[in-house]
């Protein structure tokens, strides 16, 4: 098949750090590629080259037989390049037809609706994307909004379509239907860029794989033939899909305890946790995962209920107050709630212990012990970034998360709310904060993991429930797991 | 009771073209603080333009240009240079207060304050269909650009709904990154909002000065480019349901001209608040409900 897109030799750095430094790129029609490597290895700043939003240094584009060099996201589009960002480029407060419709010079100066509605129903029904155009962005699952901007490339005719982590806040069912959508996409001759860290979904879809390794890129090789564990060593040199093996601990005390806990959307629940031991929380995304993680950090109140913390009751408890009496808390949503993207990694490292030591001595902030915390802390959780000073915003994906787990962790904290910690971590990183986590609870605190990643929980909880509709549908311990039973509570049979 | 409806649409008229233009600004984005001076500078062109050239169609033209102008101003400052909607919008109607009141006594020269006096712009029945009785009275028998408000009231909610630009125009009020990413250029969208904004709300000074009085006095729009504000928010940055909020406002200010020549005794003071409380009113109970753009005062 006809090469669609060359990338060669692509440059660019970051003041010393070399995001792409050299790389190659080759992509077919009808073909989709799989762009695997560490956190902070140039995958984005490759695909921003691409798309026109950052300019290279060096390199050279040619796409579709014709040169493509010093453009804007606008001529990129123009040429048949769509980019599915992570953070959707959606207006919420319109409806799925007037956000195909909006910028779209097909639409009409005085719009079409109903020619374009037909056209979205036509694509909608070929691809299987299940859209309703007059449907309101706002009232949809994160799936189905995914889906509108893959509508979108595919009606303004995009040959090649570049997914950056596209997976990573999808729940289960809805990652298997875009795989299948993309499969259709490929049978249409049209080639794709699929950024992930999840090796199955590579295996399961790609044709091909490149690596990118500090900035270089591997060879292209193809995944005929090829296991997850061999993809993992491509990509950090080593297997990290081990099991966790987990030492028994007695006699703990009640660190945790929540007594018909009940809040907008959750409860009543009742929780009981010792230290010493991780609660996974698996379940479909917005079965209550996110209110459950705001009512025990206090982000949210509850309505009604009890909250104890090492017997004291926390409940009406402010989230400052809380995180003083030994509350950690690492919320999913890492650009609003976990970070302030326009501060500085040692700023954002020290957010919440900004009145104590080391960051704090008389009231006044101590710059030199911030710094010299943070670069400890860099070099403890591998945060990869020019200085302690680089604005956190400015970071790969995975790092930013890092620097949010490192927080929190640094804290030793006595209860530790973890909300989908490892959203964009590579799988080395994943593994290693699992890791720091089990190191967390064997050292005595009590962990509240929740995920939509099943295999996570499986590895590290002690004991797992299953949230369905803001309640427990089950509960078990570790040993007595049967996966069949979990898909049973997940899929929300509780009247 | 007929009359007093037609004399309610009447003296809705300029609040309805500022809220109209508050309209475009909001829903790209800026909070439309600044109509009152927008208005104060129309009216004000809209006098001298006419008695310059002696031509009302100039006079018009010149409203909406002086309203553009101000509105500049404020485009300029916030949407390139980031600064806050309250403060700028605040500060320029101050500014145009001050400006306006100054370029009078220029003009005038040494011959006492000036005192242009036009004709206010005369009734212009539309022929046969202001004969039918009652809707004759009520909607055909206005002045011209009382029709004009009506026009625009028709052409922005069919821009907002129906066309790319309208489109482009909410989108950009909602999530710039959005617009940005669909190739268009929001910083150039928001400008250009604010910049018809002060045009309209321009034509709404016009209506004062032009059509209602027939001459200019210092700071004659008191206010009303705050009560089109309220509207415009009590009417969900919907034309029509601005130009229902108008109507209501129109209604409260017809109502107080009927007490004064009845000559029930109430302090003139009192009753001209009315419509201001109701505006109040009506906004607390409406809270927090409706929704306003999700990026509205939020620079790019
Ligand atoms: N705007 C920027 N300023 C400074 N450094 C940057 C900037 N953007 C990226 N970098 C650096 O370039 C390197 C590559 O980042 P990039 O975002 O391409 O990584 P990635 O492969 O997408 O990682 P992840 O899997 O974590 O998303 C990182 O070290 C990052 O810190
Ligand atoms: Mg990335």
Redesign the interface.
């Known amino acids: 098949m006809a090469a669609l897109l060359e990338m060669r030799a692509i440059a660019k750095y970051y003041g010393p750090v070399r995001a792409n430094d050299g790389i190659d790129l080759d992509v077919r029609a009808g073909e989709i590629v799989g762009l695997l490597g560490e956190n902070g290895s140039g995958k984005s700043t490759l695909m921003k080259v691409l798309f026109g939003i950052v300019p290279p240094d060096s390199g050279g584009i040619v796409f579709r037989g014709r040169e493509l060099s010093g453009h804007r996201p606008r001529e990129a589009m123009g040429a048949g390049i769509a980019m599915i960002h992570q953070h959707f480029m959606l207006i919420d407060a319109m409806t799925v037809l007037e956000n195909v419709m909006l910028g779209w010079a097909e639409a009409g100066k005085v719009l079409r609706r109903g020619l374009i509605a037909q056209r979205v129903h036509e694509v909608s029904r070929r691809l299987g994307l299940d859209l309703d155009p007059h449907a309101r962005v706002a009232d949809l699952p994160l799936g189905r909004r995914q889906r509108i901007e893959i509508l979108k490339a595919v009606l303004r005719n995009a040959e090649l379509l570049i997914l950056d982590e596209p997976t990573s806040n999808l729940a289960p069912g809805e990652v298997h239907d875009l795989l299948t959508i993309l499969s259709r996409l490929r049978s249409e001759g049209r080639g794709i860029v699929f950024i992930t860290h999840k090796l199955p979904e590579v295996l399961d879809v790609c044709d091909s794989v490149v690596v990118l390794r500090a900035g270089k890129a591997s060879p292209k090789a193809s995944v005929v033939g090829v296991s997850k564990s061999q993809l993992a060593e491509m990509m950090v040199g080593r297997d990290v899909a081990a099991p966790h093996i987990l030492k028994k601990i007695d006699n703990q005390p009640l660190r945790l305890e929540a007594r018909a806990l009940t809040g907008a959307g959750l409860g009543p629940l009742d929780l009981e946790l010792r230290g010493g031991e991780i609660l996974g929380i698996a379940g479909v995304d917005g079965n209550g995962q996110f209110e459950l993680a705001e009512t025990l950090s206090g982000l949210r109140p509850a309505v009604s209920g009890s909250l104890r913390l090492d017997g004291r009751d926390i409940v009406r408890m402010s989230s400052a107050r809380r995180t003083r009496v030994g509350l950690a808390y690492m919320p999913a949503d890492r650009s609003a709630t976990a970070l302030v993207k326009s501060m500085s990694i040692a700023e954002n490292l020290m957010l919440r212990d900004s009145r104590r030591r080391p960051y704090c001595r008389n009231g006044l902030l101590d710059q030199g012990a911030t710094v010299e915390k943070a670069n400890s802390l860099m070099a403890q959780f591998d945060i990869r970034a020019r200085s302690a000073d680089t604005k956190a915003g400015s970071l790969s994906g995975g790092n930013q998360q890092k620097i949010v787990i490192a927080r929190e962790l640094d804290r030793a904290p006595a209860v530790l709310v973890a909300h989908q910690p490892t959203w964009g971590l590579d799988p080395g990183a994943t593994r290693f904060v699992l890791e720091r986590i089990v190191a967390l609870r064997d050292g005595g605190a009590a962990i509240v993991y929740i995920s939509s990643e099943l295999e996570e929980i499986l590895a590290i909880s002690d004991r797992i429930a299953v949230l369905s509709a803001g309640r427990f549908a089950g509960l078990v311990k570790r040993e007595a797991v049967e996966k069949a039973q979990l898909g049973l509570w997940m899929s929300g049979r509780t009247a | 009771m007929i009359d007093f409806l037609a004399a309610a649409i009447r003296i809705a008229t300029p609040l309805i073209f500022a809220a109209l233009g508050g309209i475009l600004s909001e829903r790209a984005g800026v909070f439309a603080v600044g109509l009152e001076g927008m208005m104060l500078l129309g009216a004000w062109a809209a006098v001298i333009g006419t008695w310059g050239t002696g031509s009302e169609m100039a006079g018009i033209a010149a409203a909406a240009a002086g309203g553009a102008i101000a509105a500049l101003a404020i485009a300029i400052v916030t949407v390139r240079y980031r600064a806050d909607n309250m403060v700028t919008g605040l500060t320029v109607n101050i500014l145009a207060l001050g400006l306006t009141t100054y370029l009078m006594r220029i003009l005038s020269g040494s011959n006492g304050p000036v005192s242009v006096h036009l004709d206010p712009l005369p009734m212009m029945p539309v022929p046969g269909l202001s004969q039918i009785p009652v809707v004759g009275t009520l909607l055909f028998s206005h002045p011209p650009l009382t029709y004009l408000a009506v026009i625009g009231c028709v052409l922005l909610a069919f821009v907002l709904t129906?066309?790319?630009?309208g489109?482009?125009l909410?989108?950009t009020g909602?999530?710039p990154?959005?617009?940005?990413?669909?190739?268009?250029d929001p910083m150039r969208i928001r400008m250009l909002a604010v910049i018809a904004c002060g045009g309209v709300a321009g034509l709404g000074g016009a209506v004062i000065s032009l059509q209602q009085v027939g001459t200019f006095t210092d700071g004659m729009t008191g206010g009303r480019g705050y009560l089109a504000l309220a509207s415009l928010i009590v009417g969900r940055w919907n034309p029509w349901g601005a130009a229902a909020a108008c109507l209501v406002f129109g209604a409260a200010e017809a109502f107080e001209l009927r007490l004064q020549s009845y000559g029930i005794p109430v302090s003139s003071y009192i009753v001209q608040m009315a419509p201001y409380l109701i505006a109040l009113g009506v906004l607390a109970l409406l809270g927090r409900t409706g929704?306003l753009?999700?990026a509205i005062g939020k620079p790019l």
Do not use: I
């Open positions: 129906r066309t790319q630009a489109l482009l909410c989108a909602e999530n990154e959005a617009v940005f990413a669909a190739g268009a929704k753009p999700a």
